[in-house]
């Protein structure tokens, strides 16, 4: 029996690796990595906060996507990578077999993803398995985005822009129900431009200091909001897939800056260049 639960354990740690093998051609020819995400360059570029404990937990395992400093041992469906993690993994592979209780795996929580701290074996072998949830103590880290399991590289990078953005104008706290999100790498950026400009121009209409807690709310009031609501109205966004109400709101910007500086017309109120944008692209 002994002999048939070894030959076992190294037929699934085989298939495991196998598996990974596979995955790791796919994405060499599709371009889209595999490899887990890396806690330390979540916190880098999302600057989030904490950990805090919040005890032991039923987490399911699909949630589980990152690591704290195994991430290039496992790829994003957590198969092994590497051929010197068979004794570990084989051994968590047995007590499955045996019904052995162990301990709860260690998670770091960001958004809706956990990161592994501690348990990488017992995490990959459960998930080769099939097991839905796993017990874990987790610790929560406090950010200013959420972000998902299946986050890509890419994705990662514009919500490292959104936090910079949130974190110099608050409108997460200014304007609650706020929820900005765009698809177009510098689009944050470009918005930190737009109530620049914004506040300068308030400025000199009302002929006093304008405060950028001020000039944040006003831009979104009378500028940003107007044209997403014109957006949301036409339900023009059916016709680009993929995109957000913000990547409109930049197109409309970028529309009516070509209309002003190219054309010669005069300058239009948002609105206007939203409805205009929008009956062009119809």
Known sequence: MNDELNSRVRADFSKARFKSFINQVISAFSGHPTTLL???????KLHIGGPIYRGVKTIRVEQ???????????DRAFLPREDQLAS?????DRAFYEDIHLPP??????????????????????????????????RECATRVNIT??????????????????E?????HIRADANIKTTIPDGFERMLEHIAVHRYFMGLDLKRHISEEEAVGHWYDTVYLPIVEIIRKSNILKDFKGKTESDLYLWTLDHQHYLTQEKGQTLQPPEEAARQ???EKE
């Open 64 to 74: 589980i996507a990152g690591s704290l400093n195994r991430y290039h041992e496992f």
């Open 38 to 44: 890396s806690y330390d360059d979540v916190k880098e």
């Open 168 to 172: 110099r104008t608050a409108l997460d």
């Open 149 to 166: 399991p299946n986050i890509k590289p890419e994705d990662l990078e514009i919500l490292g822009a959104k936090v910079h953005f949130l």
């Open 105 to 138: 795996v260690v998670l770091y929580k960001v958004g809706e993803v956990y990161f592994v701290v501690d348990g990488h074996h017992r995490v990959s072998v459960a998930r080769e398995k099939g097991q839905e949830f796993i017990e874990a103590e987790v």
């Open 88 to 92: 570990r993994w084989q051994k968590v």
């Open 277 to 279: 944008f929008i009956e």
